[in-house]
């Protein structure tokens, strides 16, 4: 039988909505990863000592580096919002309604950012 | 049909994207932003205070937890992303995208056993 | 009466190399399903024009199309949420197109009868009937209401990234029999969840759930089962599971 393939074209998720968020989601663990890396930096200066460590505490400020880390909470805030509203879904048979996981998961995320939060204050 | 080996990266995927959904945002909020602009003083992140904190066993746990697992989830996610651009994705690609997360966390895991 | 207009891929493969737009000018009333409107064409205006249909009312599954690029069924939705149009229609995307609107769905068939979707008992109730609780129905319920539309598979990119993929609506019916209280055959199906294109293809965009057009979430049925899959995976050597 002749049947007629249609290319998949790579830009298929600009089609619908729906699928840009999805890449939006999907891009959020670029900047998480990039994170992890300057974490990984960081303590690389901090074992290298101080002088080394204050070093790269000046980069942190610096205004591009301000502005990619607002980027980056965006992003990791959106992946955390998507990570809790879709974990209903990856959950074996619960007694409880797919609302009350999202609305416990966003808790869990404000209880541990002020107790971070408040660890971090010296 | 072939098992796939996919368990042993998702479970990784998993705690890393449960981690960083938890505490990812605070972390970037408090020391790509708070810190520089001084939201909150500048001793918070000082040199003496995370030689101490580094020190800490629960300190040095804690660093390679998170520098590991939010790699592991990065970069498994990266690795899919790939294929989802239309790119054929290889099993040198798939070593090449865990490996620099392995190797980041034996990196994270080397340093903190440095430190002291 | 206002008249809408819809554009129809048409492909006849005796003479065309690839698909083209057809534009029609349909004369609607506001209760008029998309589906009525390929029927006035196919009766009025072009006879060539071919689709599947059958029961009108969502429970055949026949009528699947793609609406100004969604997946839908034709005979749920209506022109008047179209008007003015142009309403673009084409078949059901990620699938071969045979002609005009149908698609061939071999390679759905072939993969469902893989999944072994069929009541595999526990136990032989003898003369008896199963018993089951209406939580033991709760279980498995709302996967059992899958007319197989194929909406999910044009809904699912990563069917369209990858064909070998075994995809929603399959996956969600095999989870059908393995959530059902008496059923005794998850262990074979096992290997079909546990392989690279079984669970493992999905990577959870969550759309196949949005298009389905009978609430079955095969999102969730996929998903439940990548924890299947990883306790197979680790705890295997502990203890012998069904066949392999």
């Known amino acids: 039988m002749k049947t007629y393939?249609?290319?998949v074209s790579a830009t298929?998720?600009?089609?619908?909505?729906y699928y840009v968020w999805y890449?939006?989601?999907?891009?959020?663990?670029?900047v998480l990863t990039l994170y992890a890396l300057t974490l990984l930096v960081g303590v690389a200066r901090l074992a290298q000592g101080e002088v080394r460590y204050e070093d790269w505490l000046e980069r942190l400020s610096r205004p591009w580096a301000i502005a990619y880390h607002v980027l980056a909470f965006l992003l990791v805030a959106y992946h955390a919002w998507t990570w809790f509203r879709i974990m209903p879904k990856t959950l074996p048979r619960v007694p409880v309604p797919d609302k009350a996981i999202v609305v416990a998961g966003v808790a869990a995320i404000g209880v541990c950012s002020m107790l971070l939060w408040w660890a971090a204050r010296p | 049909m072939k098992r796939s080996n996919k368990p042993i990266f998702w479970s990784l995927f998993g705690a890393g994207g449960m981690l960083s959904a938890?505490?990812?945002p605070v972390l970037i909020f408090i020391t790509g932003i708070a810190v520089p602009l001084g939201l909150i003083p500048r001793e918070a992140m000082g040199y003496e205070r995370m030689r101490v904190f580094a020190q800490n066993g629960f300190g040095k746990v804690a660093i390679v937890l998170v520098i590991g697992l939010f790699l592991f989830h990065g970069l498994h996610r990266m690795y899919h992303s790939v294929h989802d651009f239309g790119i054929h994705v290889t099993p040198a690609?798939?070593?090449a995208f865990h490996g620099v997360a392995l190797l980041g966390t034996l990196a994270a895991v080397y340093l903190v056993s440095v430190i002291g | 009466m206002r008249t809408i207009a819809i554009e129809c891929l048409r492909y006849h493969p005796e003479t065309d190399e690839a698909p083209r737009w057809q534009r029609y000018e349909v004369p609607f009333s506001d209760d008029m399903s998309v589906l009525q409107g390929l029927q006035h064409i196919k009766d009025e205006l072009d006879g060539s024009l071919t689709f599947r249909w059958s029961c009108r009312m969502a429970i055949c599954g026949s009528c699947g199309l793609m609406?100004?690029?969604v997946p839908k069924l034709g005979c749920e939705h209506f022109l008047r949420d179209y008007y003015p149009g142009p309403l673009r229609i084409e078949?059901?995307?990620h699938f071969p197109i045979v002609r005009d609107l149908a698609i061939d769905q071999s390679d759905f068939l072939a993969k469902l009868e893989s999944a072994k979707p069929w009541l595999m008992p526990k136990a032989d109730p003898g003369e008896a009937p199963h018993r089951q609780t209406p939580k033991q129905l709760d279980d498995y319920y709302q996967y059992s209401k899958c007319i197989n539309c194929?909406?999910?598979y044009a809904a699912c990119p990563q069917y369209g990234l990858n064909e070998k993929f075994t995809g929603p609506a399959v996956l969600a019916l095999l989870h059908r029999y393995n959530a059902d209280s008496r059923d005794g055959g998850k262990g074979e199906r096992m290997p079909l969840v546990n392989a690279e294109d079984g669970v493992w293809g999905c990577t959870l965009v969550g759309y196949c759930s949005e298009v389905c057009p009978k609430g079955v979430d095969p999102a969730r049925a996929v998903n439940q089962n990548k924890i299947e899959s990883t306790k197979d995976y680790f705890l295997r050597f502990l203890a012998p599971r069904g066949s392999k």
């Open chain 1, 5 to 7: 393939r249609r290319p």
């Open chain 1, 12 to 17: 298929w998720w600009r089609r619908n909505p």
């Open chain 1, 23 to 30: 890449m939006v989601r999907e891009a959020s663990c670029v």
């Open chain 2, 22 to 24: 938890l505490i990812g």
């Open chain 2, 93 to 95: 690609m798939k070593a």
């Open chain 3, 67 to 69: 609406l100004n690029g």
């Open chain 3, 91 to 93: 078949p059901l995307t």
């Open chain 3, 150 to 152: 194929l909406l999910c």
